[in-house]
């Protein structure tokens, strides 16, 4: 069984720090793109970073220049690095993979969530 733990969210002042982990775990082949999602009281989740399986990254426009995804294939974990905190990221955030756990065989796994909140 493949799942996907995250780690990191918290309370943080606005301006500052957190940063996110999602690790996988379980019979993984291999893992595609992993995307960070946020979702606040009473609006859509919303697509927030990506990282490929090659490295490249995407971002929304609110939040380039602030946050960093990063993947450690090693370790089968991402990173979410948010720096510059706004009121406006408090959110529950979610990793999303699409794993392979063969050559032929795949799932969409998501996290648990993790809670962040920045105070003004």
């Known amino acids: 069984q493949v799942q996907l733990v995250e780690s990191g969210g918290g309370l943080v002042q606005a301006g500052g720090s957190l940063k996110l982990s999602c690790a996988a775990s379980?019979?993984?082949?291999?893992?595609?793109?992993v995307d960070w999602y946020r979702q606040a009281p009473g609006k859509q989740r919303e697509l927030v970073a990506q990282i490929t399986s090659g490295g490249r990254t995407n971002y929304v426009d609110s939040v380039k220049g602030r946050f960093t995804i990063s993947r450690d294939n090693a370790k089968n974990t991402v990173h979410l690095q948010m720096n510059s905190l706004k009121p406006e990221d408090t959110a529950v955030y979610y990793c999303y993979a699409r794993i392979w756990i063969t050559i032929a065989a795949r799932g969409d796994y998501w996290g648990q969530g993790t809670q962040v909140t920045v105070s003004s």
């Open positions: 379980g019979s993984i082949f291999s893992i595609d793109a």
